[in-house]
């Protein structure tokens, strides 16, 4: 993977990371709107980037935060509920700038 496009990943995560967070707090609805694809389009990236190994690897995790903030089939919650899932999405993509292995620190030799 290009170092730009990993730097710009990192990047992703964290600001799709702290917009979740942030969404905890009371926000106009078009916040929430904003926040909701910038999480979808930074997991549905997360997911290409793990195609190449499903398990053990985030895509699953990247597949369920992205099923719940898919902008195209919104699901509709209660605030109570999107505040647990909004600390969650935001936890897991904050994991995920420790934990996910890019494709080139893995230990393969693609000659």
Do not use: E, Q
Request: proline share 6%; charged share 10%.
């Amino acid at each position: 993977m290009p170092t730009g496009f990993r730097i710009a990943f990192v990047i992703a995560r964290c600001v799709a990371a702290g917009l979740a967070l942030w969404a905890t707090d009371k926000h106009p609805h078009s916040f929430y709107v904003v926040a909701r694809w910038v999480v979808f389009a930074t997991c549905c990236c997360g997911l290409w980037l793990s195609r190449s190994r499903f398990w053990p690897s985030f895509a699953p995790a990247y597949g369920v935060v992205g099923l719940f903030f898919n902008p195209f089939l919104p699901f509709y919650f209660a605030r109570s509920t999107w505040h647990n899932l909004d600390i969650a999405a935001g936890v897991i993509l904050l994991a995920s700038l420790a934990l996910h292995d890019s494709p080139n620190t893995s230990n393969r030799n693609d000659t």
